[in-house]
């Protein structure tokens, strides 16, 4: 696979650039990967019937999921973005 060429880039920035990348999509990736896990849980049912069981309710508990996992994700605070990043950094220098 070629990759486009940069004007006014070095390799060493190409590859700065490339792990930068690399990172954002990790924590993207363990953001997603987050939200689908509290989904699931809150699908469990564990409770019955809800004291405000509303549609709005619903959308305030997705967009605290939301946020939670978009932090949780850029902090590191679970650690599946670094180890996911750490094994495919393993595979950029592989180009060609």
């Known amino acids: 696979m070629t990759l486009p060429v940069q004007l006014g880039a070095s390799p060493m920035s190409t590859a700065g650039s490339d792990h ?3 990172k954002e999509v990790a924590q993207q990736f363990e953001a997603i990967f987050v939200r689908q896990m509290l989904s699931a849980a809150r699908s469990a049912g564990f409770g019955g019937d809800e004291l405000f069981g509303s549609a709005g309710e619903e959308t305030f508990q997705e967009m605290r999921d939301s946020q939670f996992a978009d932090i949780a994700s850029q902090t590191g ?9 750490k094994q495919l950094a393993q595979h950029l220098g592989a180009k060609g």
Do not use: D, H, K
């Open 77 to 85: 605070t679970l650690g599946f973005a670094a180890s996911i990043e």
């Open 20 to 22: 930068a990348r690399l």
